[in-house]
């Protein structure tokens, strides 16, 4: 069955540390998303990806780069790691088919990250 | 851009009905989504509106009025397993925006 998978699931790391969370999907979808979720706040817009060499930034892109190289994966990657980056993670992707507006988005399990 | 709000929680008693409102503000709208998220799970899909009017998928449904902003989502029959964060999320511009979540507490 298709999917979209995470990793690593939980990571602990230091302030200033590079980290890349990984997002892989097998749907053969164009558009992908990066999430962040916080109390309060919800999902937040990090980055996301309508095609391969396509990037552009959300709501909160700030302190994070996404790179894509194919269709299936958008690694988010932490130059350097903050405090304010403790959250959980969530990849998303959906289909193409029905339009970039339309369609639901199909999240990936979540990523819980602290930074100490 | 766009301002989504909803309640942050709402308690309900088991095999009751609960309505869950949701107002945006949006330059761009291209439909409106429901998403169901359990504690330490990621969302899931419930429902999408893009006209007005209601969409009923069993238990569920959800209701939208464009001119308004306004969309509801209705629980009924309320089950244990209901207890839950229900997230509104508006898409436009290519892209889903979310509210911050209602907390439905389900209790016996």
């Known amino acids: 069955d298709a999917e979209i998978t995470q990793s690593p699931r939980h990571k602990i790391t230091e302030t200033g540390r590079q980290v890349t969370l990984a997002c892989h999907q097998t749907w053969n979808h164009n558009n992908m998303f990066w999430y962040r979720q916080d109390l309060g706040h919800g999902l937040r817009l990090i980055h996301y990806s309508y095609g391969v060499h396509d990037t552009n930034k959300g709501e909160v892109s700030d302190g994070y780069s996404v790179s894509r190289s194919n269709t299936e994966d958008l690694p988010l990657t932490l130059e350097s790691a903050a405090s304010s980056q403790t959250s959980v993670y969530f990849c998303?992707?959906?289909?193409?088919?029905?339009?970039?507006?339309?369609?639901?988005?199909?999240f990936g399990e979540g990523s819980r990250l602290t930074v100490l | 851009g766009q301002n989504i709000d909803q309640p942050t929680e709402m308690t309900a008693t088991e095999g009751a009905i609960v309505q869950i409102n949701c107002t945006y503000q949006t330059s761009g709208f291209n439909g409106l989504f429901w998403y169901q998220q359990h504690a330490g799970e990621a969302p899931t899909f419930l429902s999408y509106n893009v006209l007005d009017g209601l969409e009923e998928k069993g238990r569920f449904s959800s209701f939208l009025s464009r001119s308004k902003g306004y969309s509801y989502l209705l629980l009924k029959e309320l089950q244990m397993k209901d207890s839950a964060s229900y997230l509104c999320?508006?898409?436009?511009?290519?892209?889903?925006?979310f509210g911050a979540g209602t907390q439905v507490v389900v209790t016996p």
């Open positions: 998303a992707s959906r289909s193409n088919l029905a339009g970039a507006n339309t369609g639901e988005l199909f």
């Open positions: 999320a508006v898409s436009g511009w290519g892209k889903l925006q």
